[in-house]
């Protein structure tokens, strides 16, 4: 009866080593402790917080790539209009002493400026409009390819076509009127209505935690409407593409009509200016939160595998040591079962 006893519990010892070595193999084999979080024991309720956590950050830093790649387009994109409204409020100031030989060179100059900045502003990311707002779908500038034609210019030439040497100012309280009227403004209605009253584009970086963003067309940043950047840019190209050799022959009205749109592409360049700066502060804010997600991604990931992984060369020794008792229990089983042979026959 000892033989058999001492045979079956050497058996059992076998089960559990041979589940031991299978165990072992697989770990060996996957660098993983289990293939589920039962596997873990005491460690499964860690390792899926971790894992939660490692998703959420990289949710957010996903979402931060993408808001970058866009406020990068609109960096761009304001730039080019900063440019054009320097550019053409120089020009403006040098027509002053070209008298009515410059001028049709003037008027050419913006109106491709005009239609350049009319495209510039319906810029887009994918399928989204940057400066339109939440309505992505929404074209900022409608029919920009024909805007030098369209209602706003075509009200404005008629403002300059009534210059004389005197009335300069009502000239461009006519210009004003046309980038505002509802009848001939540039910007479509929602970008002329209930974008006014929402809050800027934000991007959650973290949670409880928005960074805003956007660039509306028809607003600058501290909610002016009427003499935003884009209205005043638009309004002063249309009026200088207007001009004619006989605006020109005004003499001082042609000189302050002049004055009068420089200044307003002043304001608009320094208005662009002011979001490129508030935008690039953005940028930064969402860089950093977005490196901050990565550089702890790197310590949960790390925190994960400790839980979730082994150490192979642990695991091979430990390995190696299992299949020697295997092996050992083996021998001692068939040492048994011979002596207990012999008894047997004796």
Same mark, same amino acid.
């Given at each position: 009866?000892?033989?058999?006893?001492?045979?079956?519990?050497?058996?059992?010892?076998?089960?559990?080593?041979?589940?031991?070595?299978?165990?072992?193999?697989?770990?060996?084999?996957?660098?993983?402790?289990?293939?589920?979080?039962?596997?873990?024991?005491?460690?499964?309720?860690?390792?899926?917080?971790?894992?939660?956590?490692?998703?959420?950050?990289?949710?957010?830093?996903?979402?931060?790539?993408?808001?970058?790649?866009?406020?990068?387009?609109?960096?761009?994109?304001?730039?080019?209009?900063?440019?054009?409204?320097?550019?053409?409020?120089?020009?403006?100031?040098?027509?002053?002493?070209?008298?009515?030989?410059?001028?049709?060179?003037?008027?050419?100059?913006?109106?491709?400026?005009?239609?350049?900045?009319?495209?510039?502003?319906?810029?887009?990311?994918?399928?989204?409009?940057?400066?339109?707002?939440?309505?992505?779908?929404?074209?900022?500038?409608?029919?920009?390819?024909?805007? @030098? /034609?369209?209602?706003?210019? %075509?009200?404005?030439? +008629? !403002?300059?076509? $009534?210059?004389?040497?005197?009335?300069?100012? =009502? #000239?461009?309280?006519?210009?004003?009127?046309?980038?505002?009227?509802?009848?001939?403004?540039?910007?479509?209605?929602?970008?002329?209505?209930?974008?006014?009253?929402?809050?800027?584009?934000?991007?959650?970086?973290?949670?409880?935690?928005?960074?805003?963003?956007?660039?509306?067309?028809?607003?600058?940043?501290?909610?002016?409407?009427?003499?935003?950047?884009?209205?005043?840019?638009?309004?002063?190209? @249309? /009026?200088?593409?207007?001009? %004619?050799?006989?605006? +020109? !022959?005004?003499? $001082?009205?042609?000189?302050?009509?002049?004055? =009068? #749109?420089?200044?307003?592409?002043?304001?608009?360049?320094?208005?662009?200016?002011?979001?490129?700066?508030?935008?690039?502060?953005?940028?930064?804010?969402?860089?950093?939160?977005?490196?901050?997600?990565?550089?702890?991604?790197?310590?949960?990931?790390?925190?994960?595998?400790?839980?979730?992984?082994?150490?192979?060369?642990?695991?091979?020794?430990?390995?190696?040591?299992?299949?020697?008792?295997?092996? @050992?229990?083996?021998?001692?089983?068939?040492?048994?079962?011979?002596?207990?042979?012999?008894?047997?026959?004796?």
């Amino acid at each position: 009866m000892a033989m058999i006893s001492t045979i079956g519990s050497l058996a059992l010892d076998q089960v559990r080593l041979r589940d031991r070595v299978d165990l072992l193999t697989r770990q060996l084999s996957t660098g993983n402790r289990g293939t589920t979080h039962g596997a873990l024991g005491t460690e499964a309720r860690r390792a899926i917080d971790l894992r939660g956590d490692i998703a959420r950050r990289e949710a957010y830093a996903g979402a931060a790539d993408t808001a970058l790649a866009r406020m990068d387009l609109t960096q761009g994109a304001l730039g080019r209009l900063e440019s054009i409204a320097s550019e053409l409020a120089s020009e403006a100031l040098r027509a002053r002493t070209l008298g009515a030989a410059g001028v049709e060179t003037l008027a050419r100059s913006a109106r491709a400026a005009l239609e350049e900045a009319a495209a510039v502003l319906n810029t887009r990311h994918g399928e989204d409009y940057l400066f339109a707002g939440s309505d992505l779908a929404g074209v900022p500038v409608p029919d920009a390819a024909n805007i @030098a /034609t369209g209602p706003m210019a %075509t009200a404005i030439a +008629a !403002a300059v076509a $009534t210059l004389d040497p005197l009335n300069a100012a =009502g #000239v461009l309280a006519g210009t004003a009127l046309a980038a505002t009227d509802p009848a001939t403004r540039p910007f479509n209605a929602f970008l002329e209505g209930a974008a006014l009253a929402e809050p800027r584009r934000a991007l959650q970086v973290a949670d409880g935690e928005r960074i805003a963003w956007g660039v509306l067309a028809s607003q600058d940043h501290t909610g002016e409407v009427a003499q935003s950047w884009g209205r005043e840019l638009l309004r002063g190209l @249309a /009026t200088l593409a207007a001009l %004619t050799p006989a605006s +020109a !022959a005004q003499g $001082t009205g042609y000189d302050a009509l002049l004055d =009068g #749109v420089r200044q307003g592409l002043d304001g608009a360049k320094r208005g662009l200016a002011q979001e490129r700066g508030m935008l690039g502060s953005a940028e930064r804010r969402v860089e950093a939160a977005r490196e901050g997600h990565r550089d702890l991604m790197v310590a949960l990931r790390t925190q994960l595998v400790s839980v979730e992984q082994v150490d192979i060369a642990e695991v091979a020794s430990a390995l190696r040591q299992t299949e020697a008792r295997l092996e @050992a229990s083996y021998q001692a089983t068939a040492t048994v079962a011979r002596l207990s042979l012999a008894s047997l026959l004796r």
